[in-house]
């Protein structure tokens, strides 16, 4: 594991760990942060028997959003130096959206700006109760441009509409009802139901996780340049064919067999 300085890693039985760890800047995203974030979500497909990788914080907030005294530091760079370093953060959005693992979000505290796109970019989102959210770009005179695509594709467009332009605070049931957040729980029950989720997921193949969730993404996302039928009904027949698959199914019959025996 990479030493970093923002944020935390650790994998222990199939499970990546990625903690926001700037505590004393709220977990505010700096542009050390959005590298780091980078190399370790990029570091998560070539490391060996991943199945979830959980993003999670210290303190008392899981992100303040952007950094703005860092972004202050900024204000002399062109538009096109600007551009790449919103398309940096972009690629975070993008890698965590992409990764060919199942992927959860334990939220807490304030979720401000550029933090909810990590959130929405998430495959499972647990939030505390007392959690709060606000998309406050507007209010800065800025707009959620990077990680609109990424919240537009999992919750309710008018209700998200309106927490753009207005920039209001919304709690963790708005959040639940309007699907950005999955599940809300304590401290306490949160582990218990990420536990419960990786259990499920210990049982599954990992490679078909993966395709089936890159699938999905590709649905969403209009990103399948092929006919949808054409490249659904191949996709399945090529998995259909992997060793992989036969091996489960043998051995499913295999169990089946063994109950009728007994």
Excluded at 169 to 190: C, R, S, T, Y
Excluded at 214 to 243: F, G, M, Y
Aim: negative net charge; proline residues 3%; charged residues 25%.
């Amino acid at each position: 594991m990479s030493t970093y300085q923002n944020i935390q890693t650790g994998f222990s039985e199939g499970v990546f760990s990625l903690i926001l760890s700037r505590e004393e800047k709220r977990n505010a995203i700096n542009e050390q942060t959005m590298d780091e974030l980078l190399d370790a979500i990029e570091s998560i497909p070539n490391q060996k028997d991943v199945l979830v990788a959980i993003l999670q914080a210290k303190g008392t907030d899981f992100c303040a959003g952007a950094d703005l005294d860092w972004m202050r530091t900024t204000q002399e760079m062109n538009i096109e130096q600007l551009q790449q370093q919103n398309f940096k953060l972009q690629k975070v959005f993008a890698r965590w959206y992409d990764l060919p693992v199942f992927t959860i979000a334990l939220v807490h505290g304030n979720v401000v700006g550029g933090a909810i796109g990590l959130v929405a970019a998430s495959d499972l989102v647990i939030a505390r109760p007392d959690t709060s959210f606000r998309f406050s770009e507007v209010n800065l005179g800025l707009i959620p441009a990077t990680i609109a695509p990424f919240v537009m594709q999992r919750t309710n467009f008018r209700f998200i509409r309106n927490a753009m332009l207005t920039a209001m605070p919304f709690n963790a049931d708005e959040a639940k009802a309007n699907h950005l957040v999955d599940v809300i729980a304590d401290k306490g029950l949160m582990q218990s139901i990420t536990e419960d989720y990786i259990s499920f997921l210990r049982k599954n193949e990992p490679g078909a996780v993966a395709q089936c969730k890159q699938l999905l993404n590709d649905l969403v996302l209009n990103r399948i340049q092929e006919p949808i039928d054409q490249h659904t009904t191949r996709l399945l027949a090529e998995v259909r064919k992997s060793e992989a698959a036969s091996e489960r199914i043998e051995n499913f019959f295999k169990k089946a067999s063994k109950r009728n025996e007994d």
